[in-house]
């Protein structure tokens, strides 16, 4: 759901189903006009339990019989049994006129387990904050005595995440070169499968149409191209410049921290998996988004084509949304989104989703889908910002994740207007619960750090038990006298409390040491680096009775020294080289042991085509489910020499990587 504004700009991106919303009074761009709703002309059918891959014999023609019109076969999704179908053209039965009707004749059909619409997510404009001076830093992380404040320099100083968890961000793809993201990215996938017409439909001067906006389909490359309209062409809600959405998302939830420019990400060291998901004008579809759900958590049936992930998530975070009037607004139990989600939960994923810009309706599709952890905005004084849905649902979590003055993120970006500027990294302020979906995906990734067995169910509760209470009159809805209170059922569970949920994953049952490591961070040299775990802590918390075993895990063989000490000194081979490194700490009081890891990515490597060569070293695991943390050691050249080195980073340093060098624009419209 690209859902948000920059300031000085207006977007706030969220998807209408087929006709477009104009979700506040006063938005910057004129509404849309639209016909009314069209039928849908691509169905998914999940045909039960037939052979993977393979569409049952005679299903076409049953499906062409029934509708009174050609069907033709698209593709089976990745989703076992499913199949993406497209009529050629209209029913021209007149039972069949409505996508109601279509629904419900398919389903009866023997063998047919669900049909469901693939339908288009796409976003609308919101006005822009009034106050173009508005403080350039991250004022939602700090402790300033706000409500919500996330308090995360003292987060940071229990965890500072783990190079071990991987989060997916299905989106627009990433600008690999932001130096924000580089040294954390994955290779990824394009799962955007029509190729975008060199023009779009020209409705009253809108693009109506959309797709890859890179020249073709699925491919191995999950760069973002730019998913600005063609020139003299305006998208649905208005836009005509890109957005660069999708590495916006992923800075929030992992950005490079510490490094003396632009922003700080939640998580110091989580991995980010980019997924394409949306095209031309930021429209996904719901049957790619399902085949990047399989591919991300390494479930499903395999595609010759595209392979299997060699990384698989443990976290999705999904910024999209849609109203869904076929499913009277809510989420069918046998809805193809609905049923990847589960299926990503039996994999042990956790899936965030925003819950809609719709200012103040009830949770969007698929935020309202079972077994989802709906993220929608406050602001830091525990108000939700006027522009979030709020509300509680069967089987979701609703929580709010505060921004700073009227629900602000900070998030990198580029200054390309429609393709990428070689040298425009930038920083912006932005609004919109796509980037609270971050907030709290990067949050569960800290969980994860301290605790890798955290099953989703588990997440649900520390993020659900421990999240702070709405403050007083913090709807977003108004009554006779103002805004009225927050009640579980009309807003949500609470406010993100990521302090709260660190300290309460710590005393579960059973509890493990903390193997705090030093940021991932970009190098430009050979060596010697330091890095210092020394804010590890046992099992109750202390600093007392604990030994360090450090392990290279990824990359060519480095040589090292300080392996048993608190201080790995990294003293050459980063040349051209991404290496990571294990860090097990054992509290010897306990016999428990936590492992986290730490990745350094030279700044020449290009992330998308590095493999460690065949001397290099294997891949890093950890299983945290008796508390016990174990690696797959690579070959490394160890010197003499004892550890040393490197101080502990203090919270000057913490305090210093939150400041936000923020460069302003003044145009409007960004999609």
Known sequence: MKLYVKVSTS??????????????????TAPVTTTATPTPMRWVVNMGDQAQ????????QTLQNTLGVSVRMVRPLLQPNSYLVEMQSLPVLGSLQTPQAIRAALQALPGVRFASP????????????????????????MHTGAYASLRMQDVWEQTRGSSNVVIAVLDSGVLFENPELKGRLLPGYDFVSNVTPPTGTRENGTVFDSGSNDGNGRDPDPSDPGDAPPPG????????????????????????????????????????LPVRVSGRCGIATSSDIVDAFYWATGSGRVDPTIGVNPNPANIINLSFATDTPLFGGGCAA???????????????????????????????????????????AAEQDGQLANYTARGAGTGFVTLHAPGNSS???VGASNTGGSTPNANGSTAFLFAGTSFSAPMVAGAISLLKAIRPSLTPSQVDSLLSNNALAYPANASNASGLFGRLECTPTSCGVGLLNVLGAVQAARSLANPLPVANVQQSAVVAGNGPFVLDAALSSNSAGGSSNLTFSWQQVFGNPVVLAGT??????????????????????TDTATNRSNTS???????????????????????????????????????????????GGGGALGLTGLLGMLMLFGVWRQRPGVA
């Open 407 to 409: 629900g602000l993120y």
């Open 233 to 272: 062409f305006n998208c649905p809600d208005g836009s005509t410049t890109s957005s660069w959405h999708g590495t916006t998302v992923a800075s929030v939830a992992a950005a490079q921290s510490n490094n003396g420019q632009f922003l700080a990400g939640m998580d110091w060291n989580a991995k980010v």
């Open 11 to 28: 977007l706030m991106c969220i998807f209408g189903f087929a006709q477009l919303a104009n979700v506040h009074a006063n938005p910057l």
């Open 597 to 643: 890891v730490v990745r350094l990515a030279n700044s020449a490597v290009n992330e998308r085509t590095f493999t460690p060569s065949s001397t290099g070293g294997g891949s890093g695991s950890s299983t945290g489910g008796s508390g016990t943390g174990t690696s797959t050691p690579a070959p490394v050249a160890a010197s003499s020499g004892g550890g």
């Open 53 to 60: 891959g393979t569409a049952p014999a005679g299903m076409l």
């Open 118 to 141: 693939d339908i288009q997510l796409q976003r609308t404009a919101v006005p822009a904050p009034n106050d173009g001076a508005y403080s350039v830093n991250q004022a939602s992380y």
């Open 334 to 376: 046998n809805d193809m989104v609905a049923l990847a989600i589960a299926d990503a939960r039996a994999r042990n994923v956790s899936v965030v989703v925003s819950a809609g810009n719709n200012s103040g309706g009830a949770v969007q599709y698929p935020a309202n889908c079972a077994g989802t952890i709906a993220a929608g």
């Open 564 to 585: 048993s000490t608190s201080a790995l000194q990294v003293q050459s081979g980063l040349a051209g080289n991404i290496a990571e490194f294990a860090l097990t700490v």
